[in-house]
């Protein structure tokens, strides 16, 4: 990234993370082992990808990044959530996510299934508070939410019975990866064009960025998870492998998955073409292509 860019993206997660904090250790915070689990989860790090596209969104709307960051965190909240439930023994029961123990290995089953689902109710207590966000886009910003979670977890369900499957077909993958991936990559757009008042057509701008690019991020994490650098990642490499997840990079081979991700970068990037200014995102874009973890 440019030194510009670079600047504007750390100051996003670093804007993220202060209200994050700023919100454990006030209003929402508690002596409890289901807040500590929480906590643990959320302030894990990764990308913060999501918020990122929020805040970026309502800027290149129009609007004063921080009106979306409160709708931003919640979100991340939601990611979390969906996190912590993947990883539980009856869903992919991965031992490890960024780098250290998945919260029902450092905590317990139980509080973990039930940190997620605090998690997912605490997003929308934090929509529902803030003063930055007017009462009609929260309205609007709850009936994201509620959509992009339903797809979501239809996703998993889907990715759940593929498991169990050996004539799972690329377009059976693409299908659930727009539901299960690109829900929550949409939802992060819209959250930034709602709180900037956008209109109709960079809504529909949005959309289709979040679809193309959420399918070129899934299928790299399917190449990664073959080709990808264990330490890099924070996981076992190998792991769609060893419990039987067909992925798109398995059924089509690594290089033919980058030229199909490669292509869906590009159409994702060619769809910001209606916002004035889109060096940022059109970074961003080519970097998750090309990214390491």
Known sequence: MTSENKQRFDAYVAAVENRINALFDGKY????????AMYYSLSAGGKR?????????????GGEYEKALDAAVALEMIHTFSLIHDDLPCMDD??????????HKEFDEATALLAGDALENLAYRVIADSNGI???AKIKLVAVFSDCVKRMIDGQVNDLAYEKSSAVTTEQLISMYSQKTCALIECACLIGCICAGADDEKISAAKEYSLDMGLAFQITDDILDILGDEQTLGKPIGSDAASGKTTFAALVGVDEAYKTAKKYSDDAINALSVFGDYDFMEELTDLLLDRKK
Request: glycine share 6%; charged share 40%; hydrophobic share 25%.
């Open 29 to 36: 915070s508690s002596e409890t082992a289901l807040r500590d």
């Open 49 to 61: 990808i999501r918020p990122v596209l929020a805040l970026e969104f309502c800027r290149i709307c």
């Open 94 to 103: 991965d031992d490890y996510r960024r780098g250290r123990k998945s919260c």
């Open 134 to 136: 007017s009462d009609g």
